[in-house]
């Protein structure tokens, strides 16, 4: 789309170019350039320009899903020079070219394939993404868990200037976001490898993911900033996302591994550090810096049980004083899952002590996480029994079941369920897709209902 200014005005060119040309020395006069110190490449980013483990960092500004078509953009100037581009292999979704999230994905895959085998082990990319679809982002997601990247930071991007869509659009995404994710050492995935579907493994991988996060970054406003990624609810999904793509059996349940974590790592305000880093993360706060508290959106029963469990932490409440609080948190419910009662909530992950919820002790934790097993297992299996399209579901019981099917081989009820759930609200759930996309290579027919077996 060309836009033509709303104003408009005559002017020299010379007070354009004198300006810029000023800028451009100023920029480069202390600029000595060598021979050997760079290399253009053009061409497809799903081919990998550089030899394996060679390259120290990446950074790359993907096409953002179905926002900007490229090559059609480019279509008018290219016709002027007698050279257009070959549209097939764009990275982008286009309903007119019947380019579909699925192709999008898949294309974003390869190139990301091609990014992890150029870079080094233990080196980092980062990937400036914007958009305001979840199904476009957990695509994004997807493809850099596939093909090996541990995601370590996502972060908002203030560019301070909006292009014309952001500012003129009410619905286009006003800031991007900026992923950090890195290649695991060649030593720890040679460990992992024999230690894999063992407690021995998910130690191994926390050492080495909580290694790579940042220990006590202050933000602008001189406060610690809380690392969401050394939460133990971001630390299991990652441990989960990590067994899955390299097809290990998930060996502890929710509540062994938050005891694990509690018993091999050191905690410190809600978040798990290796012992050196709990030292380097306690000097800062000995001079004084201030922790900010993590903000938590509740969209769905497992954040609202972090937000209850944050408001627990902080000391027992009753049932009354929580109550009007988190009927302020619902306004963005997820649409697809039911919303659940406090007191429901209450009691399936929480102890009460005379009229007063506390947050459990690991052994009631996993009292409690066994009960609620059995619950959403028998759930799970209505799901699987059901006639028809899934448009309204428990998620927890769906990965609970997903997790269940996973450790038991049961393949072809994953891809079942995940048939049933209609495809827009399918792509919107990161952690369903994670599933779906390996058990279709693993289940023997992929559109065959079986029978779920939990017993």
Known sequence: MYYIASLHAETSPWYILDGKANRLVKAFSSYRPRLGTSIINTGSCSVPPAPPDSVDYIFTDPPFGENIYYADLNYLVESWHGLLTDSAPEAIVDQAKKKRLADYQDLMTASFRAYYQMLKPGRWMTVEFSNSSNAVWNAIQEGLERVGFIVADIRVLNKQSGSYRQVTASSTVKEDLVISCYKPHHDFEERFQELQGNPEGVVEFLREHLAMLPVAPVNKSGK???????????????????????????????????????????????????????????????????????????????????????????????????????????????????????????????????????????????????????????????????????KVFRKEAVLEGFRHCWDTKQYGIIVAICEKIPDKILQEIHEFVQFYDIAKDLAPMASEQMTFSWE
């Not at 050196?276 to 609202?304: H, M, N, W």
């Open 224 to 390: 610690l900033e809380t690392v969401a990624e050394r939460t133990r609810f971001l630390l299991f999904d990652r441990m989960i996302a990590y067994h899955l793509q390299r097809g290990a059996r998930i060996p502890l349940s929710a509540s062994e591994f938050y005891q694990l974590v509690d018993e091999q790592f050191v905690e410190r305000d809600g978040m798990y550090f290796l012992p050196d880093q709990a030292a380097r993360y306690d000097a800062v706060k000995a001079r004084g810096v201030e922790t900010e508290q993590l903000s938590i959106f509740v969209r769905d029963e497992k954040t609202a049980v972090q937000w209850v469990r944050s408001r627990l932490n902080e000391q027992p409440q009753t049932l009354g004083d929580l109550t009007p609080k988190f009927m302020q948190e619902l306004r963005e419910w997820e649409n697809h899952e039911p919303r659940p009662e406090l007191r429901d909530l209450l009691r399936e992950y929480f102890i009460e002590d005379a009229g007063t919820w506390r947050v459990p002790d690991p052994n009631n934790e996993k009292d409690l996480e066994a009960l609620r097993h059995s619950a959403l297992l028998k759930l799970f299996r209505d799901y699987a029994n059901a006639k028809g399209p899934l």
